[in-house]
């Protein structure tokens, strides 16, 4: 029972850290991209070349 005492603030605070992060993230845009990588893996860098 005692090691419940240790558990349950490490737990509370790893998760409050977890949340602290993810808040931080969307806050500072990290999931705004509109084009995102699925739509700018189907565009060409370079234009094609004419034969």
Known sequence: M???AFLIPVS????AVGLVCFV????SGQY???EGDA????MDD???EDR
């Not at 509370?12 to 998760?15: D, K, P, R, W, Y």
């Open 2 to 4: 005692n090691v419940l």
């Open 12 to 15: 509370l605070i790893l998760g």
């Open 24 to 27: 931080w993230t969307i806050r």
């Open 32 to 34: 705004s991209d509109p």
């Open 39 to 42: 739509a700018r893996i189907l």
């Open 46 to 48: 370079t234009p094609p």
